[in-house]
Protein backbone atom coordinates (compact mmCIF):
# COMPACT_ATOMS: atom_id res chain seq x y z
CA UNK A 1 0.00 0.00 0.00
CA UNK A 2 0.97 3.53 -0.35
CA UNK A 3 0.10 6.66 1.23
CA UNK A 4 0.50 10.15 0.65
CA UNK A 5 0.58 12.79 3.49
CA UNK A 6 0.54 16.11 2.28
CA UNK A 7 0.89 19.36 5.15
CA UNK A 8 0.87 23.14 5.42
CA UNK A 9 2.71 24.41 8.56
CA UNK A 10 3.25 27.79 9.83
CA UNK A 11 5.24 27.76 12.97
CA UNK A 12 6.19 23.68 12.49
CA UNK A 13 3.75 22.27 14.68
CA UNK A 14 1.80 20.75 11.78
CA UNK A 15 5.18 19.53 9.96
CA UNK A 16 5.55 17.16 13.71
CA UNK A 17 1.93 15.95 13.16
CA UNK A 18 2.44 14.99 9.85
CA UNK A 19 5.91 13.04 10.34
CA UNK A 20 4.63 11.72 13.47
CA UNK A 21 1.51 10.08 10.90
CA UNK A 22 4.34 9.09 8.02
CA UNK A 23 6.15 7.70 10.68
CA UNK A 24 3.04 5.83 11.93
CA UNK A 25 2.38 4.31 8.63
CA UNK A 26 5.75 2.99 8.35
CA UNK A 27 4.99 1.36 12.22
CA UNK A 28 2.52 -1.03 9.87
CA UNK A 29 4.87 -1.61 7.06
CA UNK A 30 3.89 0.69 4.59
CA UNK A 31 4.67 3.05 1.86
CA UNK A 32 4.70 6.55 2.21
CA UNK A 33 5.65 9.83 0.65
CA UNK A 34 5.22 13.33 3.26
CA UNK A 35 5.22 16.27 1.04
CA UNK A 36 5.05 20.20 2.21
CA UNK A 37 2.80 21.70 -0.01
CA UNK A 38 4.75 24.66 -0.78
CA UNK A 39 7.09 22.26 -2.21
CA UNK A 40 7.48 23.21 -6.22
CA UNK A 41 7.56 19.60 -6.31
CA UNK A 42 4.20 19.03 -5.27
CA UNK A 43 2.67 19.69 -8.61
CA UNK A 44 4.16 16.82 -10.12
CA UNK A 45 2.17 14.48 -7.97
CA UNK A 46 0.02 11.55 -9.17
CA UNK A 47 -2.61 11.18 -6.45
CA UNK A 48 -4.03 8.33 -8.03
CA UNK A 49 -0.71 5.72 -7.47
CA UNK A 50 -1.86 5.97 -3.44
CA UNK A 51 -3.97 4.09 -1.58
CA UNK A 52 -4.77 6.92 0.82
CA UNK A 53 -4.28 11.07 1.29
CA UNK A 54 -4.02 12.25 4.49
CA UNK A 55 -3.77 16.25 4.24
CA UNK A 56 -2.63 18.29 7.26
CA UNK A 57 -2.89 21.99 8.02
CA UNK A 58 -2.87 24.70 10.70
CA UNK A 59 -5.67 26.88 11.35
CA UNK A 60 -4.41 30.31 12.16
CA UNK A 61 -7.16 33.76 12.76
CA UNK A 62 -9.66 31.63 10.77
CA UNK A 63 -7.94 30.64 7.44
CA UNK A 64 -5.82 27.80 6.83
CA UNK A 65 -2.48 27.88 4.64
CA UNK A 66 -3.32 29.32 0.84
CA UNK A 67 -0.36 26.44 -0.30
CA UNK A 68 -2.87 23.84 0.88
CA UNK A 69 -5.83 24.93 0.01
CA UNK A 70 -4.42 25.41 -3.58
CA UNK A 71 -3.72 21.88 -3.34
CA UNK A 72 -6.55 20.40 -2.96
CA UNK A 73 -8.63 22.88 -4.87
CA UNK A 74 -6.74 22.05 -7.84
CA UNK A 75 -7.17 17.95 -7.42
CA UNK A 76 -10.60 18.04 -4.90
CA UNK A 77 -11.99 15.76 -7.59
CA UNK A 78 -9.12 12.86 -7.76
CA UNK A 79 -9.11 13.28 -3.72
CA UNK A 80 -13.06 12.84 -3.98
CA UNK A 81 -12.56 9.68 -5.14
CA UNK A 82 -10.15 8.11 -3.01
CA UNK A 83 -10.08 7.40 1.02
CA UNK A 84 -8.79 10.43 2.28
CA UNK A 85 -8.33 12.34 6.03
CA UNK A 86 -8.46 16.06 6.78
CA UNK A 87 -6.25 16.75 9.92
CA UNK A 88 -7.21 20.42 10.71
CA UNK A 89 -4.42 21.59 13.46
CA UNK A 90 -5.89 24.65 16.26
CA UNK A 91 -4.95 25.60 19.29
CA UNK A 92 -9.11 25.01 19.32
CA UNK A 93 -9.06 21.56 19.05
CA UNK A 94 -7.81 21.49 22.65
CA UNK A 95 -10.59 23.56 23.94
CA UNK A 96 -13.08 22.63 26.16
CA UNK A 97 -15.06 26.28 25.04
CA UNK A 98 -18.09 25.62 22.94
CA UNK A 99 -17.76 28.49 21.27
CA UNK A 100 -13.56 27.70 20.13
CA UNK A 101 -15.12 24.10 19.29
CA UNK A 102 -18.08 25.82 16.98
CA UNK A 103 -15.47 28.41 15.55
CA UNK A 104 -13.11 25.47 14.61
CA UNK A 105 -15.86 23.22 13.01
CA UNK A 106 -17.03 26.83 11.22
CA UNK A 107 -13.89 27.23 9.53
CA UNK A 108 -13.42 23.61 8.59
CA UNK A 109 -16.65 23.39 6.88
CA UNK A 110 -15.98 26.52 4.74
CA UNK A 111 -12.84 25.45 3.96
CA UNK A 112 -14.06 22.29 2.66
CA UNK A 113 -16.71 24.03 0.62
CA UNK A 114 -14.63 26.41 -1.04
CA UNK A 115 -12.28 23.42 -2.12
CA UNK A 116 -14.47 21.08 -2.75
CA UNK A 117 -13.49 18.65 -0.82
CA UNK A 118 -14.96 16.03 0.73
CA UNK A 119 -12.40 13.88 2.84
CA UNK A 120 -14.08 10.43 4.18
CA UNK A 121 -12.86 11.66 7.60
CA UNK A 122 -12.17 14.89 9.39
CA UNK A 123 -9.91 14.44 13.04
CA UNK A 124 -9.58 17.91 14.64
CA UNK A 125 -5.48 17.87 16.20
CA UNK A 126 -4.94 20.21 19.11
CA UNK A 127 -1.71 22.47 17.56
CA UNK A 128 1.19 24.11 20.25
CA UNK A 129 1.63 27.63 21.89
CA UNK A 130 5.44 28.18 19.82
CA UNK A 131 6.28 31.21 22.46
CA UNK A 132 10.09 30.35 21.75
CA UNK A 133 9.34 31.59 17.79
CA UNK A 134 7.09 34.38 18.59
CA UNK A 135 8.37 37.74 18.31
CA UNK A 136 7.36 40.16 21.05
CA UNK A 137 3.87 40.39 20.08
CA UNK A 138 2.64 37.61 19.18
CA UNK A 139 3.79 36.31 22.17
CA UNK A 140 2.21 38.72 24.70
CA UNK A 141 -0.92 37.84 22.57
CA UNK A 142 -0.93 34.11 23.02
CA UNK A 143 0.42 34.25 26.43
CA UNK A 144 -3.15 36.54 26.92
CA UNK A 145 -5.13 33.82 25.06
CA UNK A 146 -3.19 30.85 27.58
CA UNK A 147 -4.63 33.03 30.29
CA UNK A 148 -7.70 32.49 29.32
CA UNK A 149 -7.92 29.63 28.77
CA UNK A 150 -6.15 28.27 31.64
CA UNK A 151 -3.49 26.85 30.06
CA UNK A 152 0.80 27.50 30.56
CA UNK A 153 1.88 31.18 30.04
CA UNK A 154 5.92 30.49 30.55
CA UNK A 155 7.14 31.94 27.89
CA UNK A 156 10.69 30.27 28.21
CA UNK A 157 8.92 26.93 26.61
CA UNK A 158 7.02 25.70 24.09
CA UNK A 159 3.69 23.93 25.34
CA UNK A 160 2.82 21.67 23.22
CA UNK A 161 -1.21 20.31 23.25
CA UNK A 162 -1.05 17.95 20.74
CA UNK A 163 -2.49 14.38 21.89
CA UNK A 164 -0.15 11.73 20.60
CA UNK A 165 -2.47 8.96 21.28
CA UNK A 166 -5.53 9.89 19.52
CA UNK A 167 -3.17 10.96 16.55
CA UNK A 168 -1.82 7.49 16.77
CA UNK A 169 -5.32 5.93 17.29
CA UNK A 170 -6.63 7.93 14.07
CA UNK A 171 -3.78 6.75 11.87
CA UNK A 172 -3.55 3.48 13.01
CA UNK A 173 -7.52 3.38 12.56
CA UNK A 174 -7.21 5.02 8.98
CA UNK A 175 -3.88 2.52 7.56
CA UNK A 176 -6.12 -0.57 8.92
CA UNK A 177 -9.80 0.83 6.57
CA UNK A 178 -6.96 1.15 3.53
CA UNK A 179 -5.80 -2.02 3.76
CA UNK A 180 -9.00 -3.70 3.67
CA UNK A 181 -10.20 -2.19 1.13
CA UNK A 182 -7.48 -3.10 -0.50
CA UNK A 183 -8.13 -6.96 0.01
CA UNK A 184 -11.30 -6.71 -0.88
CA UNK A 185 -10.26 -5.10 -3.81
CA UNK A 186 -8.00 -8.19 -4.39
CA UNK A 187 -10.26 -10.46 -3.55
CA UNK A 188 -12.94 -9.07 -6.21
CA UNK A 189 -10.17 -9.24 -8.74
Known amino acids: MFFLVVYATTEGQTRKIAQFVADR???HNQNVDLLDATDPSIADVKLRSYDGVIIACSLHVGKFQTSIEEFIRERHQTL???RTVFLPVSLSAASKDADDIKGLAECTSKFLEDTGWKPGETHN????FRYTQYDFFKRWGMKLIAYQKGVSTDTSKDLELTDWVALTRATD?????VEAAGKRTMAQS
Open 125 to 128: VAGA
Open 25 to 27: IKV
Open 173 to 177: DFVAT
Open 80 to 82: NGM
